[in-house]
């Protein structure tokens, strides 16, 4: 995008901000780091503050990437429920024996794909707990029953059939190896992990993720960093709301940003909140509203201003007008075919009705494939394999390049 906009109307107000706060837009909007001590201050930042805040990151979202927003048309494969991690929030995972639990069969796959493709979508976002095979017998007789010996197996499976029916797979399938990533490069348009939080204090007893031995950081950053090193064009992002301190998110997004310098394959950021579900450890948490998320996503765009970054509509409803205002570029997948199975609560808002808030905000909507348009064409990042398929769905749902 051009670099010509006109700074935002209250950049001579950022002199009346506490000095911190002054400073990260001061340096946003020169094109200089954000560190981690200024982005804490910002997202306490008042609601005096706030406007402030949102003008400059809006005024960057503008600048590096105009006023249209995406979305991926896509079908969810909950491919497995069953996961060895317990979040203390996550009703998606299920035990074998519980009321609930699920592996799809190739057959329901097929179908779920083939529908999609019938309904205009792009994208096959293959979603499932963290090696299950681990912790049940019962799944491994499973993938037996399928010809696989383990998960990893019957991903590049459910990418075959996803790619035969006309759909570009989008795993984000846990915590995976470097070898594992490299068998599934070649089937998948891009790949994801949320890293959700750098912070080790949440894996401690009675934390978030002291049951979750896949959401240690260490683990997760590694796996972010392999992404890179295979050029792997990769989704990732942080939860709010899950006992986190500003310090802890400000630290995660620097992560996330040096991660990307130092190998150009995050393609989007996500700011996710969490969700208060009945039945959980953290039922009684309280859920971040729609400041929380747009302080996050504004600072977000200030220490990574030519990110996409996204924030899903279905978990903030009412809050869409505010997320605009904070610098989102993108609404990430919705479904016209199946439901959000991790927040099954949240039904997706249509396509109708969310080209009709972005129109009243001055924006136009635009689907999107689970490929960027910049990493398309950059070398590397696509297994020549997945080109003409790459190059069917962008004529099919009339996606940019």
Known sequence: MSSSISPPAPFAAL????????????????????????????????????????AVAGWLRDRWKGRTLTYSPKVFLPITNLCRDRCSYCTFRRDPDEPGAWTMN?????????????????????CLGDRPESAFRSYRE????????????????ACRIALQEGLLPHTNAGVLRRDEMSRLKPLN?????????????????????DRAPDKEPTVRLRMIREAGELQIPFTTGVLVGIGETPAECAASLAAIRDLHEAYGHIQEVIVQGFRAK???????????DGVAIAR????????????????????????????????????????????????????????????????AEGFDLRPRLPIYPEYIDKPGFVAPSLRPAIEEALGRIGAAR
């Open 106 to 126: 190739p057959w329901e796959i097929r179908q779920t794909v083939r529908e999609g493709r019938l309904r205009g979508c792009a994208e096959a976002l293959l």
């Open 278 to 288: 009945p039945g959980t450890h953290m039922a009684g948490y309280s859920e971040p």
């Open 15 to 54: 002199r009346r901000l506490r000095a911190p706060i002054a400073r990260a837009l001061h340096a946003a909007l020169l094109e200089s780091r954000v560190g981690v001590e200024e982005a804490t201050a910002v997202l306490q930042c008042n609601c005096e503050e706030l406007p402030s805040v949102l």
């Open 142 to 157: 499973t993938l037996r029953a399928f010809g696989c010996e383990s998960t990893v197996d019957y991903v590049e499976q």
């Open 189 to 209: 348009a891009s790949m994801g992990l949320m890293l959700e939080n750098v912070s080790p204090r949440l894996r401690q007893r009675g934390q978030a993720h």
């Open 296 to 359: 996050v996503v504004a600072v977000a765009r200030l220490m990574m201003p030519r990110m996409n970054v996204q924030a899903p509509p279905n978990l903030t409803p009412y809050e869409h007008r505010l997320l605009l205002a904070a610098g989102i570029n993108d609404w990430g997948g919705l479904s016209p075919v199946t439901r959000d199975y991790v927040n099954p609560e949240a039904p997706w808002p249509s396509i109708a009705e969310l080209k009709d808030r972005c129109r």
